[in-house]
């Protein structure tokens, strides 16, 4: 497609549930971020992904979330057993080459709500 | 490590006023900046950049120039529109010590009432 997709739109669960949210890149972005952004705060960086590694992990929350990429493409944000905190709206962006100062393109988000 | 500070909000203006979003940061390199811009209902999206100091970033009759003396990228327009009321978001990206994620401050709303 021709810009960052994720998916779901919208996901209610409830807690203590594992939820999945997935992002595709645009398609020969090797860059590609995970940010958090709850109700009335900034963005949150959770993960960023080089091809198919994960450089720095350092924002994940706790160890209930996780992320993977592969084919240096699609990812998956994996919350395990998730609490009411971790509602907010999850972002994925993509980047040709973030060093060099390239745009990230962001996607529209999952907001999820844990009730 | 690397950090962003923007100015407060709310940031409340009449139409055609002069706005200015400031914006510092702190990095162990040489970072690019960014304002990205989040309008209602939209997604984030690039409002201007500049990767090197003394650059000056523009767009949509937005401005920004790169400051390494005083490590601030702060935002100007000089008459702002209704259709300018969005949240702001200054950001870095810091790649010559290994560190290329995007820093973000924590973003300002504006509301410009006609």
């Known amino acids: 497609g021709a810009g960052v997709s994720q998916s779901p739109s919208n996901k209610v669960t409830e807690k203590g549930k594992d939820v999945e949210l997935r992002c595709d890149p645009i398609?020969?972005?090797?860059?590609l971020y995970w940010y958090r952004q709850s109700l009335g705060q900034g963005l949150e960086f959770l993960i960023y992904f080089q091809g198919n590694s994960a450089p720095d992990k350092s924002g994940l929350p706790s160890d209930r979330f996780s992320a993977e990429r592969t084919g240096g493409s699609v990812s998956t944000l994996t919350i395990q057993r998730t609490q009411q905190e971790d509602s907010a709206v999850y972002l994925c962006?993509?980047?040709?080459?973030?060093?060099?100062?390239?745009?990230?393109?962001f996607g529209q988000g999952t907001r999820l709500t844990v009730v | 490590g690397n950090s962003v500070t923007q100015m407060e909000g709310p940031v409340t203006l009449s139409e055609e006023a002069f706005l200015t979003i400031n914006c510092t940061y702190t990095a162990t390199g040489y970072p690019s900046l960014f304002w990205y811009v989040q309008y209602p209902g939209e997604g984030l999206q690039l409002l201007l950049k500049a990767t090197k100091a003394d650059d000056k970033g523009s767009n949509k009759g937005f401005e920004a120039t790169y400051r390494k003396e005083t490590t601030s990228f702060h935002l100007e327009k000089g008459s702002v529109q209704v259709s300018d009321s969005a949240v702001y978001f200054c950001?870095?990206?810091?790649?010559?010590?290994?560190?290329?994620?995007?820093?973000f401050g924590t973003g300002t709303r504006l509301t410009i009432i006609p």
């Open positions: 962006a993509s980047s040709l080459a973030p060093g060099r100062g390239a745009e990230a393109f």
């Open positions: 398609s020969g972005h090797t860059a």
């Open positions: 950001a870095l990206s810091d790649p010559n010590f290994g560190n290329e994620k995007l820093t």
